[in-house]
């Protein structure tokens, strides 16, 4: 449990949210003391403190939300808010957070959306309610009004990964492949070794392939294959990278095979593209992402120790796409 309360809230999964949340209640209790109760800053004067502590905290108020636990994640936002004060930008964001949770209609949504551009007119710096402001234009559909709102923020701070990701997944929906694909390569730009978003812009591409033929297509799904491969290069064991390599060598095989060698596209120095990989070559890419995604189903399927952190629907679908390339075999 120790290592699931310090991860980061977004690589969580749901069963292991419940599991979490289930616990948070007697976390909270055993944190709860006399002093917990004194006003922000007197309560520093007695609190332990430790930055785990605090994050895991954050993570329960978290867990709690996603599963429904209302109660228990208030409790801890009042022990963030008792330790870190009410102005504190990212209790603001919090507290916010809170209410866009609980809220029961539209009209309290509108009112919390309100109360963000009030903190915002007194001080537009605050990115997080910023954020939170954007997200919550998107979660009542109003997509072009957060993408503007996220434009805006990414101009005054270029470097924010976590905007641009929201930027490419809203553009995303709107079936806006090139500019998806423009934010997601910003954000591997600001965050090299972020593997799941190497995998991410990987299946982006992959999906613009399909809107594509002949050396357009071609060069799509070699990149895509590239972005893959350089996933699991930086995570070895990342399934969700090998089953996109393995996806995006299928495609790539069959467009090898079936392309002329008038439509394939050549390296071009002056753009820096570069030619498609040879058969060969995405062949043992293939076998490699086979074997390694066999593996992992194999073995997690299995409960071995060390293999039980995978999402059991990645799991599934692992098993269902090796499935049919045995099917495809046997024909």
Same mark, same amino acid.
């Given at each position: 449990?120790?290592?699931?309360?310090?991860?980061?809230?977004?690589?969580?999964?749901?069963?292991?949210?419940?599991?979490?949340?289930?616990?948070?209640?007697?976390?909270?209790?055993?944190?709860?003391?006399?002093?917990?109760? =004194?006003? +922000?800053?007197?309560?520093?004067?007695?609190?332990?403190?430790? /930055?785990?502590?605090?994050?895991?905290?954050?993570? @329960?108020?978290?867990?709690?939300?996603?599963? %429904?636990?209302?109660?228990?994640?208030? !409790?801890?936002?009042?022990?963030?808010?008792? $330790?870190?004060?009410?102005?504190?930008?990212?209790?603001?964001? @919090?507290? %916010?957070?809170?209410?866009?949770?609980? &809220?029961?209609?539209? /009209?309290? @949504?509108?009112?919390?959306?309100?109360?963000?551009?009030?903190?915002?007119?007194?001080?537009?710096?605050?990115?997080?309610?910023?954020?939170?402001?954007?997200?919550?234009?998107?979660?009542?559909?109003?997509?072009?009004?957060?993408?503007?709102?996220?434009?805006?923020?990414?101009?005054?701070?270029?470097?924010? !990964?976590?905007?641009? &990701?929201?930027?490419?997944?809203?553009?995303?929906?709107?079936? #806006?492949?090139?500019?998806?694909? +423009?934010?997601?390569?910003?954000?591997?730009?600001?965050?090299?070794?972020?593997?799941?978003?190497?995998?991410?812009?990987?299946?982006?591409?992959?999906?613009?392939?399909?809107?594509?033929?002949?050396?357009?297509?071609?060069?799509? @799904?070699?990149? *895509?294959?590239?972005?893959?491969?350089? #996933?699991?290069?930086?995570?070895?064991?990342?399934?969700?990278?090998? +089953?996109?390599?393995?996806? &995006?060598?299928?495609?790539? =095989?069959? !467009?090898?095979?079936?392309?002329?060698? *008038?439509?394939?596209?050549?390296?071009?120095?002056?753009?820096?593209?570069? !030619?498609?990989?040879?058969?060969?070559?995405?062949?043992?890419?293939?076998?490699?992402?086979?074997?390694?995604? %066999?593996?992992?189903?194999?073995?997690?399927?299995? %409960?071995?120790?060390?293999?039980?952190? +995978?999402?059991?629907?990645?799991?599934? &679908?692992? $098993?269902?796409?090796?499935? $049919?390339?045995?099917?495809?075999?046997?024909?």
């Amino acid at each position: 449990m120790a290592t699931s309360l310090l991860q980061p809230p977004t690589s969580t999964s749901p069963e292991t949210a419940l599991r979490l949340s289930q616990k948070a209640s007697s976390f909270v209790n055993s944190q709860s003391s006399w002093f917990s109760s =004194l006003p +922000y800053p007197l309560s520093l004067l007695f609190s332990s403190e430790s /930055q785990e502590k605090w994050q895991v905290y954050e993570n @329960l108020f978290l867990a709690c939300l996603r599963t %429904g636990d209302n109660d228990t994640a208030h !409790a801890c936002l009042e022990e963030l808010t008792a $330790r870190f004060g009410k102005v504190n930008d990212r209790i603001v964001a @919090l507290t %916010g957070l809170y209410r866009e949770a609980t &809220a029961q209609d539209d /009209q309290e @949504l509108a009112e919390v959306m309100k109360n963000y551009e009030d903190i915002l007119k007194d001080d537009p710096t605050i990115f997080s309610i910023r954020k939170r402001r954007a997200a919550l234009m998107r979660s009542v559909g109003h997509a072009s009004e957060a993408i503007t709102a996220l434009t805006n923020l990414l101009d005054q701070s270029p470097t924010d !990964a976590e905007a641009w &990701a929201e930027l490419g997944d809203l553009y995303l929906e709107q079936g #806006s492949y090139d500019q998806a694909i +423009y934010c997601l390569e910003e954000v591997v730009v600001v965050t090299p070794n972020a593997w799941n978003m190497h995998a991410r812009l990987g299946e982006v591409i992959f999906l613009s392939a399909g809107r594509t033929e002949g050396g357009d297509q071609l060069k799509a @799904l070699s990149e *895509s294959m590239r972005r893959f491969c350089r #996933s699991i290069e930086l995570c070895d064991d990342y399934l969700r990278g090998y +089953y996109g390599l393995k996806l &995006a060598t299928d495609r790539l =095989l069959e !467009a090898l095979s079936t392309s002329k060698k *008038s439509q394939q596209s050549s390296a071009d120095p002056v753009t820096g593209d570069l !030619a498609p990989p040879s058969i060969s070559s995405v062949k043992k890419l293939n076998e490699a992402a086979t074997a390694k995604l %066999g593996e992992i189903v194999r073995r997690s399927s299995s %409960g071995e120790r060390g293999w039980d952190g +995978y999402s059991e629907s990645e799991l599934i &679908a692992a $098993r269902e796409l090796l499935e $049919r390339g045995t099917q495809k075999i046997e024909r």
